[in-house]
């Protein structure tokens, strides 16, 4: 018997391609708040969103360029990326000073927002791909996001409509006994 939530999950898929429709900050707020329910030990929210529209984006696809020293048609290329979707949400972990929490776990408190909020967004209506890549812990992309010294940035929410031509997911189930296991005593 399955449940709303089980079944949403189940259905979740990354949208590479979106429309230019993108949800407004009055529709993320409530999202984002829900998302930090996320696990977060010592209740410290190591992270922080980052909305990027408009102009933002073409400063992100510059900073690009700048960490991979292109020029010509692969620096347009490069820098049209984030042109891909209307809306990309920077996730940032925000590490605090924690003599019980390492850096680590605050880091996977961020992507656990991330996760929530990609899953929040998808259940909205909205396409969403978290994306990473090559150019996301350089220095001219930090700059960019205006990241302080105890921060990392973790990717991008690309957040769209989801096209009438999208495909359903295709991803092979696989065998949960692979993959939860028990303690060998």
Do not use: C, N
């Amino acid at each position: 018997m399955g449940s709303p939530l089980l079944d949403a999950i189940g259905a979740r898929r990354s949208y590479s391609v979106v429309t230019a429709d993108a949800p407004g900050r009055a529709e993320l707020l409530p999202l984002v708040q829900a998302a930090a329910r996320a696990a977060d030990h010592g209740a410290l929210r190591p992270w922080r969103l980052i909305e990027l529209r408009g102009e933002a984006r073409a400063a992100l696809g510059d900073a690009f360029v700048a960490s991979a020293g292109l020029d010509g048609p692969a620096a347009a290329k490069l820098a049209a990326k984030p042109l891909r979707a209307s809306l990309l949400i920077a996730v940032v972990a925000s590490r605090r000073s924690s003599d019980k929490v390492p850096h680590w776990e605050q880091d996977a408190a961020a992507a656990g927002v991330a996760h929530l909020l990609s899953l929040l967004l998808e259940d909205a209506g909205w396409g969403v791909m978290w994306r990473t890549g090559a150019h996301t812990r350089t220095g001219p992309v930090r700059r960019v996001h205006g990241l302080a010294d105890s921060e990392e940035l973790l990717g991008w929410l690309y957040v769209g409509g989801i096209p009438d031509t999208a495909k359903p997911a295709v991803r092979p189930p696989l065998t949960p006994t692979d993959f939860l296991t028990s303690l060998p005593l």
